[in-house]
């Protein structure tokens, strides 16, 4: 039942949640949902007190060390939280947003008063799957912390619109010093990298499923034989990487230096900074890349604990 703005409350806003999921973010985020719903309703002053609750999954492989857990479990854990805080006997909490991380969840509530945050909390621990819990709380009768959310929401949508029409200004860039055929080439050499990207990013997006659905956790693949393949990245990657920054930083070149370089000139700096960029950062990722190999769940492995 749709309930205008004027009208919606706190609790109206938790019984009809309207979730949006919000890709990325900065460090471990894998993904946001926010329940939008909350930025129309009235009374959110009457929750000043903000819980937030990280949920911990903490896999070992057969001699001990800690291994990624599989998104299947992290998404289980957190509609287990999520349909735990809908149905449970706890008035007076608020679920505003769901945070996936590489190793955690972590939920952001808002409560009426301490003795709300510490029903909020035995319900999440009874929700995790004996999984450790942490909780942190403090006073947020503005709710700063969902209003940045909201804003963190807005700027990444806004780049998912934005992001195809890259191209067509990186072209314009280059054609406003260097005529219409560089421009042409600039804008063709951006669409080749960040178009491809753009579909298969909504084409692997996963579906929206309803909270309290079955998750199916993927087969895990036989080990492969000899070690090619779990090589980090090759040749081919550090090309494409260099590849990718040349023609950013030649629209750039072309915007501040067209008026006193040539096109050639221009396109040999960019590619100068496209190969020494991806070469500085090239062993970090390398690294990077064996460390996460290295901590994936291995074959037969048996789930979080209590499964």
């Given at each position: 039942?749709?309930?205008?703005?004027?009208?919606?409350?706190?609790?109206?806003?938790?019984?009809?949640?309207?979730?949006?999921?919000?890709?990325?973010?900065?460090?471990?985020?894998?993904?946001?949902?926010?329940?939008?719903?909350?930025?129309?309703?009235?009374?959110?002053?009457?929750?000043?007190?903000?819980?937030?609750?990280?949920?911990?999954?903490?896999?070992?492989?057969?001699?001990?060390?800690?291994?990624?857990?599989?998104?299947?479990?992290?998404?289980?854990?957190?509609?287990?939280?999520?349909?735990?805080?809908?149905?449970?006997?706890?008035?007076?909490?608020?679920?505003?947003?769901?945070?996936?991380?590489?190793?955690?969840?972590?939920?952001?509530?808002?409560?009426?008063?301490?003795?709300?945050?510490?029903?909020?909390?035995?319900?999440?621990?009874?929700?995790?799957?004996?999984?450790?819990?942490?909780?942190?709380?403090?006073?947020?009768?503005?709710?700063?912390?969902?209003?940045?959310?909201?804003?963190?929401?807005?700027?990444?949508?806004?780049?998912?619109?934005?992001?195809?029409?890259?191209?067509?200004?990186?072209?314009?860039?280059?054609?406003?010093?260097?005529?219409?055929?560089?421009?042409?080439?600039?804008?063709?050499?951006?669409?080749?990298?960040?178009?491809?990207?753009?579909?298969?990013?909504?084409?692997?997006?996963?579906?929206?499923?309803?909270?309290?659905?079955?998750?199916?956790?993927?087969?895990?693949?036989a080990a492969g034989k000899g070690r090619r393949g779990r090589r980090g990245p090759g040749g081919w990657m550090f090309a494409s990487v260099a590849a990718v920054l040349t023609t950013l930083f030649f629209s750039l070149v072309a915007l501040l230096g067209g008026a006193y370089l040539?096109?050639?000139?221009?396109?040999?700096?960019?590619?100068?900074?496209?190969?020494?960029?991806?070469?500085?950062v090239w062993p970090a990722q390398r690294r990077y890349t064996a460390l996460l190999r290295s901590r994936q769940p291995p074959t037969g492995h048996a789930g979080p604990p209590g499964t």
């Amino acid at each position: 039942m749709l309930v205008s703005a004027k009208k919606l409350t706190v609790e109206a806003a938790a019984a009809s949640p309207d979730w949006q999921v919000i890709p990325g973010g900065s460090g471990e985020t894998v993904s946001r949902r926010l329940n939008s719903a909350f930025r129309r309703a009235r009374g959110r002053s009457a929750y000043p007190v903000r819980m937030t609750a990280s949920v911990r999954l903490h896999h070992v492989n057969s001699v001990g060390s800690p291994v990624l857990p599989y998104p299947a479990d992290l998404a289980a854990v957190a509609d287990a939280v999520v349909q735990a805080v809908a149905d449970g006997p706890a008035p007076g909490v608020a679920l505003v947003a769901v945070i996936t991380k590489l190793t955690s969840v972590e939920f952001v509530l808002y409560a009426e008063d301490e003795r709300r945050v510490a029903e909020a909390r035995q319900l999440v621990q009874a929700a995790a799957g004996g999984h450790p819990v942490t909780v942190q709380t403090g006073r947020d009768a503005r709710w700063k912390r969902y209003r940045l959310l909201v804003r963190e929401g807005r700027q990444a949508r806004l780049g998912l619109v934005l992001a195809p029409f890259f191209p067509l200004l990186a072209g314009a860039m280059v054609y406003a010093h260097y005529g219409l055929w560089w421009g042409l080439g600039e804008a063709a050499a951006c669409a080749a990298w960040i178009l491809p990207w753009y579909v298969l990013y909504w084409a692997k997006r996963p579906a929206r499923r309803p909270a309290g659905a079955p998750v199916e956790r993927p087969a895990t693949k036989a080990a492969g034989k000899g070690r090619r393949g779990r090589r980090g990245p090759g040749g081919w990657m550090f090309a494409s990487v260099a590849a990718v920054l040349t023609t950013l930083f030649f629209s750039l070149v072309a915007l501040l230096g067209g008026a006193y370089l040539a096109p050639v000139v221009s396109l040999a700096i960019a590619a100068a900074a496209g190969v020494l960029l991806t070469a500085a950062v090239w062993p970090a990722q390398r690294r990077y890349t064996a460390l996460l190999r290295s901590r994936q769940p291995p074959t037969g492995h048996a789930g979080p604990p209590g499964t």
